[in-house]
DNA sequence: TTTATTCATCGTAATATTGCAATGAAACAA
DNA sequence: TTGTTTCATTGCAATATTACGATGAATAAA
């Protein structure tokens, strides 16, 4: 099927799945990554600093656009890219509350 | 291709994709959910609780053992499954470092 | 206008994921 | 032994993802 049945779930758990899978890939990672260190950044920087295809790289730019997590901005024939601070806070909110649930003091098994 | 390329990346950004491709899927995170509160589980309780198809659920668990996440203890007929705590926190130290990196003070976009 | 540059989109091939019916394997109960 | 229960595995169909060549659209430069 290849078809998440997201009708059975509660909206905080498709919502922590969705940011998940964007996560779920490494040049999107890498991309996050190099936004963050650099503040400002364009596509073509992307291409030479990740190493994948142009199309690529805009596929996976798509993505994170799609959530939120980074906004674009045409500048002449370029286009320049950088996270968007109070969508990541916000995601952040979201996936720290899920990874930061009480442990149990024993262990069953 | 379907296949990521996973040999242009560090070690590290693979590593943050491969736990969140784990949570990329809300079945998986709802069980998670579930062990948190339940401290101790079995897979039969999970299909009633989840609604898929214990095939499904096995699958998912399998991902989620795979990872390391969890463990499970055949006890008689059935397998009581439960968080693993010391890895859990280890997953989180590396996922809350990516999640937490220093946003600019100003965007440019 | 013509050409170059930059990035998005389309189309497509290869592979991965999701879900479940059918079936196995292991432990227990009668 | 013969069921019964519980969970894992297999096999398969439907869909999603990844990657990239080819092409398109928009702007800038000559």
Same mark, same amino acid.
């Given at each position: 099927?290849?078809?998440?049945?997201?009708?059975?779930?509660? *909206?905080?758990?498709? *919502?922590?799945?969705?940011?998940?899978?964007?996560?779920? &890939?490494?040049?999107?990672?890498?991309?996050? $990554?190099?936004?963050?260190? =650099? +503040?400002?950044?364009?596509?073509?920087?992307?291409? #030479?600093?990740?190493?994948? /295809? $142009?199309?690529?790289?805009? =596929? &996976?730019?798509?993505?994170?656009?799609?959530?939120?997590?980074?906004?674009? #901005?045409? *500048?002449?024939?370029?286009?320049?890219?950088?996270? !968007?601070?109070? /969508?990541?806070? !916000?995601?952040?909110?979201?996936?720290?509350?899920?990874? +930061? $649930?009480?442990?149990? !003091?024993?262990?069953?098994?």
């Amino acid at each position: 099927m290849g078809l998440a049945k997201t009708e059975i779930f509660t *909206e905080q758990q498709n *919502e922590i799945a969705l940011i998940a899978k964007v996560f779920g &890939h490494p040049a999107r990672v890498a991309i996050l $990554q190099h936004l963050f260190k =650099q +503040d400002s950044c364009v596509c073509g920087d992307l291409v #030479n600093v990740i190493g994948l /295809a $142009q199309p690529t790289i805009s =596929q &996976h730019l798509k993505e994170l656009k799609l959530l939120g997590l980074i906004k674009g #901005n045409v *500048e002449g024939t370029s286009v320049c890219y950088c996270i !968007d601070t109070e /969508a990541w806070t !916000d995601m952040k909110g979201i996936m720290i509350k899920f990874l +930061d $649930q009480d442990l149990p !003091d024993t262990e069953c098994c």
